[in-house]
Nanobody
Framework: QVQLEESGGGLVQAGGSLRLSCAAS????????MGWFRQAPGKEREFVAA????????YYTDSVKGRFTISRANAKNTVALQMNSLKPEDTAVYYC????????????????WGQGTQVTVSS
């Protein structure tokens, strides 16, 4: 019912920047909170950043604070993740996610997921 599509991944050198974007589509407005997760090889999927339905609240995992910025264009049901000062440890497949309810952004349970986009940061 809700489809998410990420774009913007790629290869970048350490210290560089990338901007990921995610577009959501649905029969009805079903995406409230939206977030980004990532999964590196051999590691569990981890939360990266989230933004509330109105774009007014953001929340980041400690490892990306000050480097990543999440933003949202609600009318277009899109969310972006600006990633600056990238580090090799940021290398992962990044997934966009959304859910059909507004919750505390500290709650990392989401209902719908995109296919993922690869981000590779070289040293």
């Amino acid at each position: 019912q809700v489809q998410l599509e990420e774009s913007g991944g790629g290869l970048v050198q350490a210290g560089g920047s990338l901007r990921l974007s995610c577009a959501a589509s649905a029969r009805t407005r079903s995406n409230y909170d939206m977030g980004w997760f990532r999964q590196a090889p051999g590691k569990e999927r981890e939360f990266v950043a989230a933004v509330s339905w109105n774009g007014g609240i953001t929340y980041y995992t400690d490892s990306v604070k000050g480097r990543f910025t999440i933003s949202r264009a609600n009318a277009k049901n899109t969310v972006a993740l600006q990633m600056n000062s990238l580090k090799p440890e940021d290398t992962a497949v990044y997934y966009c996610a959304t859910r059909g309810a507004a919750r505390s952004l500290r709650v990392f349970e989401y209902d719908y997921w995109g296919q993922g986009t690869q981000v590779t940061v070289s040293s």
